[in-house]
């Protein structure tokens, strides 16, 4: 074999060796791009999490006050109707069977009770602070028998646990309204226990509710 031959077949190797290996490391950095991707997703938080039911068969519930409707003496679906505005939060109605029963209602989420008193419109409330997709929210349950409450500010409850019953139909429990679960969902760690707001515009400071249950 002369020289120029040699020179050749040891270019033709040289070069299949650079292209053996460069297929080799970007096979490996694309496992470890794909493991690095399929861990961190993983670990990433739901972009939706599920809040646990404040009480059974929560869905078919909403059948008055949904979350942003207007509400006004004039259309409302309860009478009579005291109030006026973009309604912040969802009623949960009760049915016949229940009025004179004892009615559970339960913590949506995983927090602190920030407050636990007799409120204006809503007779009983306990707002509680949550986190959801690592941002602060507070929970307003409203129309609640607080006699019924076993734990105080500061408690933690979990997703699930007890909160309370629901007062006595138009009681002081409930401050005159009819037996049902007024729970709203404020952006932030600010409280704002408004039922009803003026503008369509501020609707965007509440969750509704009914996008995060089953």
């Known amino acids: 074999m002369t020289k120029a031959k040699i020179v050749l077949v040891i270019l033709i190797i040289s070069i299949l060796a ?29 972009s939706k999490q599920i809040f646990i039911s404040p ?33 912040t939060g969802v009623d949960f109605e009760t049915f016949s069977t229940e009025q004179a029963e004892d009615t559970t209602v339960t913590a949506i989420c995983t927090g602190k009770i920030i407050e636990k008193k007799q409120a204006r419109g809503y007779g009983g409330m306990v707002v509680q602070s949550c ?16 006699s019924s409450i076993k734990n105080s500010i500061g408690d933690i409850l979990n997703a699930g646990n007890f909160l309370g019953f629901l007062g006595t139909g138009y009681s002081v429990e409930t401050d005159g309204e009819r037996k ?35």
């Open 18 to 46: 650079i292209i053996v290996s460069s297929q080799k490391s970007y096979f490996q950095k694309t496992t470890t791009e794909d493991n690095s991707t399929k861990t961190t997703a993983k670990n990433e938080p739901l």
């Open 131 to 146: 986190l959801i997709d690592n941002n602060p929210i507070t929970i307003i349950y409203g129309h609640i028998r607080l």
């Open 55 to 87: 009480i059974n068969n929560a869905l078919s519930r909403i059948t008055k006050k949904p979350f942003g409707i207007y509400i006004s003496p004039i259309n409302s679906p309860v009478t009579p109707e005291k109030f006026t505005g973009y309604h």
């Open 180 to 214: 049902h679960l007024h729970l709203g969902i404020h952006k932030g760690e600010a409280v704002d226990t408004r039922g009803y707001v003026q503008t369509e515009s501020e609707l965007k400071n509440w969750i509704d509710i009914k996008e995060y249950l089953k």
